[in-house]
């Protein structure tokens, strides 16, 4: 099993799904905080599609975005995950990342069942905090 720091280490392409305008909003402060940390960031919200978070175009879904896609790290309730799921194995995605208190056993089953790693109720700033940061 690899670990949230390899992860880390090794993937910088992130769609973050749950992006939101409000920069008060757990995800923002998420991906503020990635961004600084040389992640790019996809934000994926269907509801602000074409709008921008954080100087990046928001997409409607994983699939829009243009270039590789490494990890999606989700920002949504646990039961709109396997759609999600899905469609990070057909983007070609190395890890689906369930944000704190989100867990799926049937996401869990298609993406490992795809060669993906799966995380679940884990925040990708902690992590990068606990094993990254100098």
């Not at 920069?23 to 074409?50: A, H, R």
């Not at 709109?80 to 070609?92: C, L, N, Q, S």
């Not at 944000?99 to 925040?123: G, P, T």
Request: aromatic share 8%; net charge positive.
């Amino acid at each position: 099993m690899i670990s949230t720091k390899e992860i880390l280490s090794k993937y910088k392409s992130i769609a973050l799904i749950g992006a939101s305008k409000d920069l008060k909003k757990t995800s923002t402060v998420v991906m503020k905080y990635l961004q600084e940390y040389g992640f790019k960031v996809y934000p994926v919200n269907p509801s602000i599609k074409d709008e921008k978070i954080l100087n990046e175009d928001v997409y409607e879904k994983i699939s829009d975005i243009k270039k590789p896609v490494e990890i999606v790290n989700v920002f949504r309730p646990s039961n709109e995950v396997v759609e999600i799921a899905k469609d990070a194995v057909k983007v070609g995605a190395k890890v689906l990342w369930l944000q704190l208190d989100i867990s799926n056993n049937k996401a869990r089953e298609i993406v490992e069942a795809n060669n993906i790693f799966y995380i679940e109720n884990k925040c990708t700033k902690i992590e990068f905090e606990k094993f990254l940061k100098k």
